[in-house]
C-alpha cells in the first residue's frame, strides 16, 4: 500500500552544502528516511546532511548522477521500502510537493511519477528550458506519447520495478534512460505538476560533455529499438 511510510527520499549531490540540511529537513516532514548520496563531495555536505537527520551514503570520488541515484535507490530497495522520492540537492524541488506524487501514484496506478514545470517554464533558465523542451519532444516522438517534462528530476519511483530494469547510464542522462525504460517495459507513467524554483547555483551539468554523453544514449537507444523490429 502506497503511503508515506513505505516511501523514502533519495538526494544525490554533489557539493550542496549550502542548502542540503534545509531539504533533509524539509523531506523528512513528509517522509520517514532521507537518504542522501554525498558523490564526491569536497565541501560539508556529508556532515549537513547528517546533522539534519538524514542516512548518509557517501561516493569516494565523484561518479556521476546516475551513479549516485543507483547507490541510493539499491538502499532503499535494502532497507524495504517500496517507494522513493528522487529529489535534486540543490534546492530546486520543494519537498511540500511530495504528497501530490503520493496522490497522483494513488488515483492513477502510475509506476513512476514525474515532476512536470512546464505549466510555469519561464521560470526555468531559458537554455535549460530549450535543451529541456528539444529533448522531451524527442523523447515523446519515439514513446508515441506527449512526454512534457522528461528531464525533471523530482519523481517517485516504484522501487520493484525500478529494480527490474537494466539501467546503465551514469551522468545527467539517466533522467532519459529511466523515463523510457519503464515505458519500453510497458509500466505506467504520469506527470504531476510541480512548483517551479529556480536553482540557488549554476547547473552542474556540463553543455558539451552532457550533451555528448545524451547523444551516445540516444544513438544506442535507437539502435537497440531498430534491432528489435
Not at 149 to 154: E, I, K, P, R
Request: hydrophobic content about 45%; charged content about 20%; proline content about 4%.
Amino acid at each position: 500500500m502506497l503511503g508515506p511510510t513505505t516511501c523514502a527520499a533519495v538526494i544525490p549531490c554533489f557539493n550542496e552544502g549550502a542548502t542540503i540540511a534545509g531539504l533533509v529537513g524539509a523531506a523528512l516532514q513528509h517522509l520517514p528516511q532521507v537518504v542522501v548520496v554525498d558523490d564526491g563531495s569536497t565541501d560539508r555536505t556529508s556532515e549537513a546532511a547528517q546533522a539534519a537527520g538524514a542516512r548518509m551514503v557517501r561516493h569516494e570520488t565523484n561518479r556521476g548522477k546516475g551513479a549516485a541515484l543507483r547507490t541510493g535507490l539499491a538502499l532503499a530497495v535494502k532497507q524495504g521500502f517500496e517507494w522513493a522520492v528522487t529529489l535534486d540537492g540543490d534546492g530546486q524541488h520543494a519537498p511540500d510537493d511530495i504528497p501530490a506524487f503520493l496522490r497522483c501514484a494513488g488515483q492513477t496506478g502510475a509506476l513512476l511519477i514525474i515532476g512536470n514545470r512546464m505549466h510555469n517554464a519561464q521560470a526555468m533558465p531559458w537554455l535549460r528550458r530549450q535543451v529541456n523542451s528539444w529533448m522531451s519532444r524527442q523523447l515523446s516522438r519515439r514513446a508515441g506519447k506527449p512526454l512534457p517534462d522528461t528531464q525533471c528530476g523530482f519523481r517517485l519511483i516504484h522501487l520493484e520495478t525500478w529494480a527490474s530494469l537494466s539501467l546503465k547510464t551514469e551522468h545527467f542522462e539517466v533522467e532519459s534512460e529511466m523515463l523510457m525504460a519503464f515505458l519500453a517495459a510497458a509500466y505506467s507513467v504520469a506527470f504531476v505538476p510541480i512548483q517551479t524554483i529556480g536553482r540557488r547555483r549554476n547547473s552542474r551539468i556540463d553543455p558539451l560533455a552532457d550533451s555528448l554523453r545524451w547523444w551516445k544514449w540516444w544513438h544506442g537507444l535507437a539502435r537497440a529499438t531498430s534491432q528489435g523490429h
